[in-house]
Structure formats: C-alpha cells, structure tokens
C-alpha cells in the first residue's frame, strides 16, 4: 500500500511519513499541490494526506481537483492533515472530497487507527466492486441465454418478436420498409421419422448457423420461430432486395447437401420462405402482425406451389 504526502513543512512531512512507514505503508512526498497532483496521476497512492495552507494551490483545491482526475469507480481516500481548526474549515474539505480531517500535531496512534478505517472502507468498496463485475457479467449472461434458443443457439422466438416491434417502429420513424420471411423445413416429418430426432436436431442446427451466416447486415436478424421454422427479420430492406437475400438463403440451405432421401423435391434438405414487405405507418402499432399473416400465407403458398422456392 501507497500513501501520498502532500505537505510543505518538511519536518511535519517527515514525521508522517515516519509514522506511516512504521505501519508497513511505502510513502511517497510533495512540498506542493502542483507537483502533488502530478506525483498522484505518476504513483497512483492508495491513500492521500493532504495539507491545507501550503505555497500555490491549497489542499481544498488540489483534493477537488483529485476527485475530478478520478475515473468512473475510482476512489482514493484523502485525509486533511492540517494546522487549521475552525468548524467551517473541516466542513469545507469535506465538502471538495475529502474523507477525513486532522488537525495537527497528530498522535501516531490516532493517525494509525484512521489510516486503519480508511483501509477497511477501501477494502469493502473494492468487493463491492468485484461483486457488481460478476452481477453484470451474470446479467448479461441471463440475458443472452433469455434471448437464445437452446438448441440452435440463434435468436430465439421471444427474441423475434421483440426485434420485429421494434424494428417495425424504427422503419416507421425513418419511412423505410421491412422485410420479412417465414422459413420452414421441407418434408421434415419424413426425415425425423426415418433418420430420427437426434439427426434431425443436427440438421435444424446446421440450417440455423447457414441462415446467421449468410446474413450479412448487422441488422438483418435470423430466429427459430418454432420447431422447424425460422423468421428472418430485415430492415430497411425493400422487396426486391428481400427476394435476393431469400434466393441466396435457400440455395445456401440447399448448398449445404443434407442428405433426405425421403424428401419429394430434392435429395437433400431444402427450404420455403414466404416473403412479405411493408413500409410501416406512423401510429400503426399493430401493423406487424399484418406483415406476419401475410408472410405466413406466402408461406404456405410456396408449399403448395412445389416447396424449395421463395413465394411473396
Ligand atoms: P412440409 O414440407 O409441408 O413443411 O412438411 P413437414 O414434414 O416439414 O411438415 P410438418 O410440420 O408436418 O413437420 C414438422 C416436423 O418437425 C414435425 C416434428 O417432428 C419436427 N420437429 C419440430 N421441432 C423439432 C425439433 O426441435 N427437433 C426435431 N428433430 N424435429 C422437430
Ligand atoms: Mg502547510
Ligand atoms: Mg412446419
Ligand atoms: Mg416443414
Ligand atoms: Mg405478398
């Protein structure tokens, strides 16, 4: 542990310096509140006993301008060691920061048993400290496993749907139009059924990470809606685009060669997507679920019509 002197009377200096080496403390010291501050940003104490009158600046302004150069968490105790013993003078270095105030001549053991308290308050302020780490850490943890899907990893569906809410009113705001597609396995049944379970959970994961990865904007979002199904959220993008970015979704699907030899379209795993696209309205709150159903009902047209197409 650190401390830092910051006194112009050398004989005062030396007898606190003496006294808080005897403690086990390593003692750095300034004569004057200029070359204090610069000692304070150099050494970075654990500790500060400051003097009030001296040459230059005086300690109520250097402990203010102490507390200004500490970052967002920082805190460095700062004890006034001074001559000056009005009421109004303790208030006032309390008041710019300061956590304590002595008044010189001071016995080495009170200032023992007050570099002793500011140590314990430094202590529990550093596990609190430690502590909101780990709970922020947890946090965003929890967070992340919320929003997740445990199986695939990508957005979950309670993530879709707050992204879509939201996005539908960001486009409003910036009259931009929004994206949507409805993605859902072909002949998935049939490979369940006769692959099994655990292959066809490889395959959901597979086609899950294709989806995220062919994504390319960082707005674009990609969700397990359900069971086989996948939404794919894109902002700001209109339908022509959007039809592009599906075309591109389902040849990657299909690129990926999943054997499915029970499949009526292809011999591997393959997609539909259904496609819709709305500029949203200021004031039109409700307006998604519209740009669902009719996500929804391309859907269930690009089964009928023949499966692995993109239908809008
Ligand atoms: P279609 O081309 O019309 O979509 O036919 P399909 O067989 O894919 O349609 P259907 O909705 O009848 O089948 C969906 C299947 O997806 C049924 C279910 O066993 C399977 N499934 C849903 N969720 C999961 C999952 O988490 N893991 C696995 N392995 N299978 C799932
Ligand atoms: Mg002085
Ligand atoms: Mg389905
Ligand atoms: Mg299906
Ligand atoms: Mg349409």
């Known amino acids: 542990m650190k401390a830092l002197i910051i006194e112009d009377t050398l004989t005062s200096a030396t007898l606190v310096c003496h006294q808080l080496g005897k403690m086990g403390l390593e003692t750095v010291h300034a004569r004057d509140g200029e ?14 006993l400051l003097d009030i009158i001296m040459p230059g600046l005086d300690g109520f302004e250097v402990a203010r301008r102490i507390r200004q150069l500490e970052k967002d968490g920082e805190w460095t105790p700062i004890i006034f060691l001074t001559a000056r013993t009005g009421d109004e003078d303790l208030e ?13 001549p001071v016995s080495e053991i009170v200032l023992k048993a007050k570099v002793r308290a500011m140590q314990r ?26 929003t ?10 309670r993530r879709f749907d ?16 929004l994206s949507l597609l409805l993605i859902d396995v072909d002949f998935f049944k049939p490979f369940n059924d006769n692959y099994g ?3 066809g959970d490889e395959c959901l994961k597979a086609v899950a990470r294709t989806l995220a990865q062919t994504l390319h904007r960082p707005s674009d979002l990609a969700a397990r809606y359900g069971g086989e199904e996948f939404g794919v959220i ?20 299909q690129q990926l060669g999943i054997t499915h030899r029970f499949s009526e379209v292809a011999q591997v795993v393959t997609i539909s997507i259904g496609l819709a696209c709305i500029t949203p309205q200021r004031g039109n709150e409700s307006g998604f679920i519209r740009l669902l ?20």
Not at 35 to 44: P, Q, V
Not at 148 to 157: E, M, S, V
Not at 162 to 177: I, M, Y
């Open 293 to 312: 159903k009719e996500a929804d009902e391309a859907l269930y047209q690009a089964k009928t019509g023949g499966r692995n197409r993109v239908t809008k």
């Open 148 to 157: 997740a899907d445990g199986l695939t990893g990508i957005a979950n569906r």
């Open 35 to 48: 070359s204090g501050i610069e000692l304070f940003k150099a050494e970075r104490p654990d500790l500060i």
């Open 197 to 199: 379970h655990q292959v």
């Open 92 to 104: 006032r270095g309390i008041e710019v920061g300061g956590d304590d105030y002595l008044i010189k």
């Open 121 to 146: 308050i430094a202590q529990m302020r550093y596990s609190l400290l430690v502590l909101t780490r780990k709970l922020d850490e947890a946090n965003r943890e929890l967070t992340r496993l919320s």
């Open 234 to 253: 894109l902002p700001g993008t209109d339908e022509q685009g959007a039809l592009a970015v599906a075309e591109s979704l389902r040849e990657a699907v």
């Open 162 to 177: 707050e992204t879509l809410l939201k996005e539908w009113r960001r486009c409003a705001r910036e009259e931009r139009p």
